[in-house]
């Protein structure tokens, strides 16, 4: 399976952009990159996703390098809310199961 | 919106008793994922259901058992506790065994002792 390499923490200030990157070198063509993120004593969350082309949704943005090597999550304005451990994780083919990695903890501070 | 339930919230077994976790998906999500995450560990997917039939197996122990009902909700029955087994349980669900988006429940806490 392909692996993915994250910073271990990451400090943000609150009300400015966050970019969390993401390396993937070992992608495959039909690998998809997910994000999720999981807060203080909760389940993980769903963040955004994609296969080639650059994402947007309400929470996030995903922007994927054009050699699908990397990607960067970006959070356009970080809350203090947003402190959480994001996770970067490729599933392939009709897998669906999720395989976490270690993740980045991100510190929003005030 | 209706999230996924997950039933009991928190759960303390002895060593070598049995315990059974149950998962009530999202009104209309028909698949569903179980993921067991260790004190200070990442979450590892045991096991998944599409439509009442088991869809794909993770690192699930031979003790652990599961299955997924008419109504799609789920149970994960656990045999022969172990302290090793101590963590939290997360059922998360999705629409479609093709979704990408999973979305999580709270969590049951095991605590063996």
């Known amino acids: 399976d392909a692996k993915t390499t994250q910073p271990n923490s990451m400090e943000s200030n609150e009300e400015e952009p966050v970019h969390l990157p993401c390396n993937h070198s070992t992608i495959s063509g039909t690998d998809y990159i997910h994000w999720y993120r999981q807060l203080p004593s909760q389940g993980p969350e769903y963040v955004i996703h994609?296969?080639?082309s650059n994402v947007n949704n309400r929470m996030a943005s995903l922007a994927i390098a054009e050699d699908r090597k990397s990607s960067t999550l970006i959070l356009h304005r970080a809350t203090l809310r947003d402190a959480a451990v994001y996770y970067c994780i490729l599933s392939s083919g009709s897998a669906r199961q999720l395989t976490f990695g270690s993740g980045t903890q991100l510190t929003v501070l005030p | 919106a209706a999230g996924v339930i997950q039933s009991p919230r928190h759960l303390i077994k002895e060593k070598r008793e049995t315990a059974t976790l149950k998962c009530y998906p999202i009104p209309r999500h028909d698949t569903v994922y179980w993921y067991q995450q260790g004190p200070g560990q990442d979450p590892q997917f045991l096991i998944s259901f599409y439509e009442k039939m088991q869809s794909d197996k993770g690192s699930i122990p031979d003790r652990f058992s599961a299955q997924q009902f008419s109504d799609y909700h789920s149970e994960l029955n656990m045999s022969s506790l172990e302290l090793g087994d101590s963590a939290l349980y997360f059922c998360?669900?999705?629409?479609?065994?093709?979704?990408?988006?999973?979305?999580f429940g709270p969590g049951t806490r095991l605590t063996v002792t």
């Open positions: 994609g296969l080639t």
């Open positions: 998360a669900s999705s629409l479609g065994s093709l979704s990408y988006e999973q979305y």
